[in-house]
């Protein structure tokens, strides 16, 4: 795929729903013997991966008018269930918990690609609580899971992680005895959230400043549920609007849940314009958000808010190629375990464009601003290295070539459409 310098971006757009919350209301509801609604599911090619999963749970899955209908099985399947996650980390980490929960053998796979990623993260606590999880390995999928008779745990996240706090949480839904995640720093709501929408018995509560959520035992009711709009996908076309003068870009309906909003904050602070309208209700707010460009300024960005807006941070990377000074990105080391070394591959392709930036052990360094030249850049088959380095053709005044491009459809499938329909 190749992009290449552009006018001002204008215009108003949507995006898909919100990805984080489609894998856990798809799951959630295959968890219920009642009928629940979902509308505006992600497009996101990961999000399949869930719904198939959904399926093989027991789940009856349908569309039908513009909504999705899951209605889980009373009985779930009793033989053994191999669950291929495709490349979805999300995916694979909450159906660990669920099936924790659940007796008899399950396994999950995925694509190479996830096959690399850490998994001992969540099948530490879940062994704590009771079920025999076996990894690859290095502490890798594929995962074997015997599921069985488990007991609440109070776990501290050595790591803060959505994604480790619902498996163990959701583990904590066919426990005896209450269940305690304790984490450093607060991560995205959207599992609590949902929950407390199905009827669980979940709470939270600070103490000598550690955020804790508690969850008892008991069965889900049905889920309704209208996804908002993706927040990352949003993240990337506020992006393109902070980097090109004289833009304005209205994303309507965008998830503004307050673990979400972090990016749009940090946008903020490095001197773009940014508007929300009214949000609505609901277990999940949406709002519009309106982003007008403004001149950059260098930011720091530190370990506290790092779980808030980690997807968003090689955004931040290329932002800072035109901001004012040295931005610095410090405590992101988990970047390096995601799809691919995000880290690595955000300084290897932002330097073949002319950017001056330096790579740290959990983090990186990028001093502007730098007008960024043309060439080809690898996206390492990462989805959000993908679009950083599409934006960068806005800039670069001349073709900018990125290998990879077709894994954005991991997350973002009408990148290339929605972001050629404001230029």
């Given at each position: 795929m190749?992009?290449?310098?552009?006018?001002?971006?204008?215009?108003?757009?949507?995006?898909?729903?919100?990805?984080?919350i489609?894998?856990?209301?798809?799951?959630?509801?295959?968890?219920?013997p009642?009928?629940?609604?979902?509308?505006?599911?992600?497009?996101a090619?990961?999000?399949?991966?869930?719904?198939?999963?959904?399926?093989?749970l027991?789940?009856?899955v349908?569309?039908?008018?513009?909504?999705?209908?899951?209605?889980?099985a009373?009985e779930?399947?009793?033989?053994?269930?191999?669950?291929d996650?495709g490349?979805?980390?999300?995916t694979?980490?909450?159906?660990?918990?669920?099936?924790?929960?659940?007796?008899?053998?399950?396994?999950?796979?995925?694509?190479?690609?996830?096959l690399?990623?850490?998994?001992?993260?969540?099948?530490?606590?879940?062994?704590?609580?009771g079920?025999?999880?076996?990894?690859?390995?290095?502490?890798r999928?594929?995962?074997?899971?015997?599921?069985g008779?488990?007991?609440g745990?109070?776990?501290?996240?050595?790591?803060?992680s959505?994604?480790?706090?619902?498996?163990?949480?959701?583990?904590?839904?066919?426990?005896e005895?209450?269940?305690?995640?304790?984490?450093p720093?607060?991560t995205?709501d959207?599992?609590?959230r949902?929950?407390?929408?199905?009827g669980?018995?979940?709470?939270?509560?600070?103490?000598d400043?550690?955020?804790?959520i508690g969850?008892?035992?008991?069965?889900?009711g049905?889920?309704?549920?209208?996804?908002?709009?993706?927040?990352?996908s949003?993240?990337?076309?506020?992006t393109?609007?902070?980097?090109?003068?004289g833009?304005s870009?209205t994303?309507?309906s965008v998830?503004?849940n307050?673990?979400?909003?972090?990016f749009?904050?940090l946008?903020?602070?490095?001197?773009?314009?940014?508007?929300?309208?009214?949000p609505?209700?609901?277990?999940?707010p949406?709002?519009?958000?309106?982003?007008?460009?403004?001149?950059?300024?260098?930011?720091?960005?530190g370990a506290?808010?790092?779980?808030?807006?980690?997807?968003e941070?090689?955004?931040v990377?290329?932002?800072?190629?035109?901001?004012e000074?040295?931005?610095?990105?410090?405590?992101?080391?988990?970047?390096?375990?995601?799809?691919?070394?995000?880290?690595?591959?955000?300084?290897?392709?932002?330097?073949?464009?002319g950017?001056?930036?330096e790579e740290?052990r959990?983090?990186?360094?990028?001093?502007?601003?730098?007008r960024?030249?043309?060439?080809?850049?690898?996206?390492?088959g990462?989805h959000r290295?993908?679009?950083?380095?599409?934006?960068?053709?806005?800039?670069?005044?001349d073709?900018v070539?990125?290998?990879?491009t077709?894994?954005?459809?991991?997350?973002?499938?009408?990148?290339?459409?929605v972001l050629?329909a404001?230029?």
């Amino acid at each position: 795929m190749s992009t290449a310098g552009s006018r001002a971006l204008r215009g108003v757009c949507t995006v898909s729903g919100d990805k984080s919350i489609s894998h856990r209301a798809v799951l959630l509801a295959a968890l219920s013997p009642e009928l629940s609604r979902i509308r505006g599911l992600a497009t996101a090619l990961d999000c399949r991966a869930s719904l198939r999963a959904a399926a093989q749970l027991g789940a009856a899955v349908a569309e039908r008018d513009g909504e999705l209908l899951i209605r889980g099985a009373a009985e779930p399947p009793g033989a053994t269930v191999a669950i291929d996650c495709g490349r979805s980390g999300t995916t694979m980490r909450l159906l660990a918990g669920i099936l924790s929960a659940r007796l008899g053998p399950s396994v999950l796979r995925g694509d190479p690609q996830l096959l690399a990623r850490p998994m001992d993260r969540v099948a530490i606590p879940l062994r704590q609580m009771g079920a025999s999880v076996e990894t690859a390995p290095g502490g890798r999928a594929p995962l074997l899971i015997h599921g069985g008779r488990l007991a609440g745990i109070r776990y501290r996240l050595p790591v803060a992680s959505a994604q480790v706090k619902s498996a163990v949480l959701l583990a904590g839904l066919g426990a005896e005895g209450r269940t305690v995640v304790e984490e450093p720093v607060p991560t995205r709501d959207h599992t609590e959230r949902l929950l407390v929408a199905m009827g669980a018995g979940i709470e939270e509560w600070w103490q000598d400043g550690v955020h804790s959520i508690g969850i008892a035992p008991g069965g889900l009711g049905g889920l309704d549920l209208t996804v908002p709009g993706d927040a990352s996908s949003a993240a990337v076309l506020a992006t393109a609007a902070a980097l090109v003068p004289g833009s304005s870009v209205t994303v309507t309906s965008v998830s503004v849940n307050p673990t979400r909003t972090a990016f749009l904050s940090l946008l903020a602070q490095m001197g773009t314009a940014v508007e929300f309208g009214d949000p609505g209700g609901g277990a999940e707010p949406a709002a519009d958000v309106t982003v007008r460009y403004r001149p950059l300024r260098a930011v720091e960005v530190g370990a506290a808010v790092v779980p808030l807006l980690v997807d968003e941070l090689p955004l931040v990377g290329l932002l800072a190629t035109q901001a004012e000074g040295t931005t610095v990105v410090e405590g992101a080391e988990e970047l390096r375990f995601k799809e691919v070394d995000r880290i690595s591959g955000l300084v290897e392709g932002l330097r073949r464009l002319g950017a001056e930036v330096e790579e740290g052990r959990d983090g990186f360094a990028v001093t502007g601003p730098t007008r960024l030249r043309v060439g080809t850049v690898d996206s390492k088959g990462d989805h959000r290295l993908a679009m950083v380095f599409s934006l960068a053709g806005l800039l670069a005044g001349d073709e900018v070539a990125v290998a990879g491009t077709e894994f954005i459809g991991d997350s973002f499938p009408e990148f290339a459409s929605v972001l050629g329909a404001l230029t």
